[in-house]
């Protein structure tokens, strides 16, 4: 069902991860903005977190198929953000350039806390069909 509060969670991360990039640079170095378009492996890595996250939103029907493609939305995100942290501590140690982290470097964190809520939500809606299962 589309009303459950996993799909809204879900929906907070596609917001993060297809809308907000566009929206939020990076970082800045020397007042230029650095968008995450610009480079191919950021590209590549934001839309497959955006197509996990829709896949997921349209499974709804199995739970576990949306818990596991979840978990696996996760690591991609842990990945990304892992790729963030390394490019940010190699900007940071620049002398002549001077360098600024955006926002846009925590959307996967936004995205891994959503994802975690979704887990949690539909952990509990299985428990409960579990549940419901058994007293027949």
Request: aromatic content about 12%.
């Amino acid at each position: 069902m589309l009303q459950r509060i996993q799909t809204i969670y879900l929906t907070v991360v596609f917001i993060a991860v297809a809308v907000l990039p566009y929206v939020f640079s990076l970082w800045k170095i020397d007042g230029k903005e650095y968008m995450f378009n610009k480079n191919m492996i950021y590209v590549v890595l934001f839309g497959l977190s955006t197509a996990l996250t829709v896949i997921s939103i349209i499974s709804f029907k199995k739970r576990q198929h949306q818990f596991v493609l979840n978990r696996l939305n996760m690591i991609l995100n842990l990945i990304l953000l892992g790729l963030f942290v390394y490019r940010s501590l190699n900007l940071s140690g620049e002398t002549p350039v001077v360098s600024e982290k955006g926002i846009g470097m925590f959307l996967p964190i936004v995205s891994i806390v959503f994802l975690v809520l979704a887990n949690k939500a539909i952990k509990k809606d299985e428990d409960l069909v579990k549940s419901v299962d058994r007293l027949r």
